[in-house]
């Protein structure tokens, strides 16, 4: 069986380097995007630029904390419109390699070409994640970092190596010294939290982990989270790139700042979300069929659930209902970490 080959596309600071394409002017200074851009007031850090990042400003961290930290930046208001509209041909432009695409929020994808028979999938792999670097720059005036492995975990990994506008590429061999030396929290499903219990025991690296027996692991994280660590630890991951695009399709998704089993926050966020979608289909005068819940957890696994209807409808109350439905039937053990809402089989409406 032929080896997997899977790209992750990670654009470069994106919110801040979309403000930065608008205000050119900007270039090379801290720059700091959250809230309505007033750091005396409340809100958070939503991106900041690499500038910016040297004083110790992260995303998340509260705006007047980060005017402490770098109190020569420029801060600015979110921009969510701008945002996604420079999202939409980001993904518009990574579709046009194969319908194997991923989207992870706005900013970020997984890749896996489809491939003939006999041709070189890897080479192809590498000539199509240089080809969507020199696209970005040249058409949508931004950069990205891509990674390269053979698999999703290891995707990832590798475009986080060479930051920004980095290109890095993990081949199998490669995976024990790639991940030896790495901290702990570099691995996927691993925030602070577990970063610090792992810590209390003495685990400080990907490596550790991985030298680290599996019932050591399953007694102290218990039976799923320790044996996720064991397989991610070790390159191990056998997770599919799940497409939630669809031509004819209207959708949306948010990654949450930190990984929620708030089921309240989780419903809130639906429909919020459907009512976006909802109110996207009637502007372009379409009504829709299916209606479709994608979630993905805190270990990254991803599945979707989905529910059509007799008859088309736009309906906010129809779709709505039926999203709550079918996000009821999600088994909540594990902490979420995206949620998104989709409507698809359109049809445009009758005049």
């Not at 208001?77 to 390699?97: C, I, Q, T």
Request: glycine residues 8%; contains cysteine.
């Amino acid at each position: 069986m032929e080896k997997r080959v899977v790209i992750h596309v990670d654009m470069d600071a994106f919110f801040a380097s979309v403000e930065l394409k608008k205000r050119p002017e900007l270039k090379g200074k801290p720059l700091i995007v959250g809230g309505g851009g007033d750091p005396a007031k409340r809100g958070v850090v939503s991106a900041a630029s690499y500038e910016a990042r040297k004083f110790g400003v992260r995303s998340g961290m509260p705006l007047r904390t980060s005017y402490r930290l770098c109190p020569g930046a420029v801060f600015l208001p979110v921009d969510f419109e701008a945002y996604e509209k420079e999202s939409e041909m980001f993904m518009e432009l990574l579709r046009g390699y194969t319908d194997l695409v991923e989207s992870f929020g706005l900013d970020e994808a997984f890749l896996e070409l489809r491939v003939k028979e006999g041709e070189d999938r890897f080479k192809r792999s590498l000539d199509c994640a240089r080809d969507v670097k020199k696209r970005v720059r040249e058409e949508l005036g931004l950069t990205c970092s891509v990674g390269i492995g053979p698999n999703k975990l290891l995707a990832k990994l590798a475009s986080e190596m060479k930051k920004p506008d980095g290109f890095f590429v993990i081949k199998e061999k490669d995976v024990p010294g790639v991940l030896r030396n790495l901290p702990a929290r570099k691995l996927w499903g691993v925030g602070p939290k577990t970063e610090k219990r792992l810590d209390s025991l003495g685990i400080r690296t990907i490596g550790e982990i991985a030298k680290t027996p599996l019932q050591h692991l399953v007694s102290n994280f218990g039976e799923s989270f320790g044996r996720m660590l064991h397989e991610y630890s070790r390159g191990a991951d056998l997770s599919p790139v799940v497409p939630f695009y669809e031509p004819g399709s209207f959708s949306r998704e948010v990654t949450f700042e930190e990984d929620t089993n708030d089921i309240y926050f989780i419903k809130e966020t639906l429909y919020e979300l459907t009512k976006d979608v909802t109110e996207r289909l009637k502007e372009g005068g379409y009504m829709g069929r299916t209606v479709t819940v994608k979630i993905r957890y805190s270990d990254f696994q991803t599945i979707t659930r989905s529910h059509t209807f007799g008859e088309k409808t736009d309906s906010l109350n129809d779709i709505r209902a039926v999203a709550l439905l079918l996000l009821n039937k999600v088994d909540f053990l594990k902490k979420v970490r995206l949620v998104g809402a989709k409507v698809a089989n359109l049809e445009k409406r009758k005049k």
